[in-house]
């Protein structure tokens, strides 16, 4: 089985031991991104442009892995608070295409940089 490394050039890099995806016959596995800029710093605002910028990160992810939303199989919700559910999906319910891929949404006690958000998925392609 062949396995390919993706990295997007749009997003933050990663410390040399990881990777944006990995790519697989089939299937594309996202890491987790943060609401951080191409500079590696986390955006202004709050939980609905952190979301927002979480998501354009991974689709710089899919779009450097031959991918797309359209073809997201699964994403993984990480948030600081529960409480900020109702902001985070308002946002992901206008960004990502319908119909929605399967979801899983839960709190984490600490994300990485103290962020107060992180989406992971699966894609094919």
Known sequence: MSVEKINSSNNPTF???LSHATKVPGLIF???QTPVGKDGVVVPGGMKEHTAQCIANL???LE???SSWEKVVK???YL???DNFAAMNEVY???LPTPKPARTCIQAAKLPNDVDVELEAIATY
């Open 15 to 17: 410390p040399h031991i």
């Open 64 to 66: 450097a892995a031959g």
């Open 80 to 82: 600081k608070d529960m």
């Open 30 to 32: 996202l890491s987790g």
């Open 59 to 61: 689709g710089n992810v």
């Open 93 to 95: 319910e206008k960004l």
């Open 75 to 77: 994403v993984n919700v």
